[in-house]
């Protein structure tokens, strides 16, 4: 049997100060694993340029020149995170026997790497790197993103705690994943829906090797907000449920109002107007929610996902 070829996928955005150092870094895991006879000799290094602004581009071009196992590719616009991600494991796809993705910055230990070769070797499909702890986040990284994962939760879609995008992918994950055909992509909710053979890895997160982050407030808070919207639709079902609420509180209402009418002096004209008020309320929120759940269908439909893969055949 043939060793498999890992390729190890890098999204880079403005990251020539740490890439250099990364590479290095990566090329002898690589040469650790060839060694001991678990991977292909032909196992490489996957740059995705992400429009980066810098010398990003220049230094993976001469990276391979030096040595030919790192490979790039170059986005013609800074896409994002997600998009230069995918855009390598899509070239990664049928060109490896499985990849492994990891950010520039090498926050997500390395070494953790020898441990998703055996994990996949076992027969693992899908094997996710897990934070074993977050102590070199800020306090505020922190906090928000594991206030982020419970709101998921609660939202009603799983994803795997603490793991961010550091995992490996066995080139048949990766062709399902292919079939994902949305352009909003949060990659961390539709991979435990491809529903293979998974495995977990805890590692250490570190602080980056050089260069600063390139996820300021804004840009992670827009991230949540596309993961939440991109996999759930208890928001307006939010509305339908506060529609219900609005009209028992209306009947509450309407009894008070009546009591009032019949009890003492009201001014003219403040019952109907009290009456009309609540009633068309919740009738209106009732009405948003109804539209909100055709529209969350579309959305669903537009986004045209796979119905199914099918993990094993027995048929000749
Ligand atoms: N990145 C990217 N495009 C972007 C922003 C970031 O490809 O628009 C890459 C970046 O080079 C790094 C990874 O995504 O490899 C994670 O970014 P970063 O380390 O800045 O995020 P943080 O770890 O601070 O959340
Ligand atoms: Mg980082």
Redesign the pocket.
Known sequence: MSLPVIAIV??????EQALPITADRLLAVIDNLVAENKISATSYLLC?N?GSRDNTWRIIESLHLKDNRIKGISLAH????QN??LAGLMTAMNRCDAAISI???L?DDPTAIYRMVDKYLNGAEIVYGVRSSRETDSWFKRTTARGFYKFQKRMGFETIYDHADYRLMSNRALQLLSEYGESNLFLRGIIPQIGLRTDIVKYDRHE?VAG????PLA??LSFSIDGITSFSSTPIRMIFLLGIILLILDVIMSIYVFISYFGHDVIPGWTSLMLSVWFLGSLILIGLGVVGEYIGKIFVEVKHRPRYAIRDYLID
């Not at 890098?10 to 990251?15: L, Q, S, V």
């Not at 800074?78 to 995170?81: L, P, V």
Request: charged share 35%.
């Open positions: 890098i999204p880079c955005y403005n990251e995705c992400d800074n896409r994002g995170h230069a991600l950010d520039a910055d926050q980056r600063e982050s390139k996820y840009k992670m």
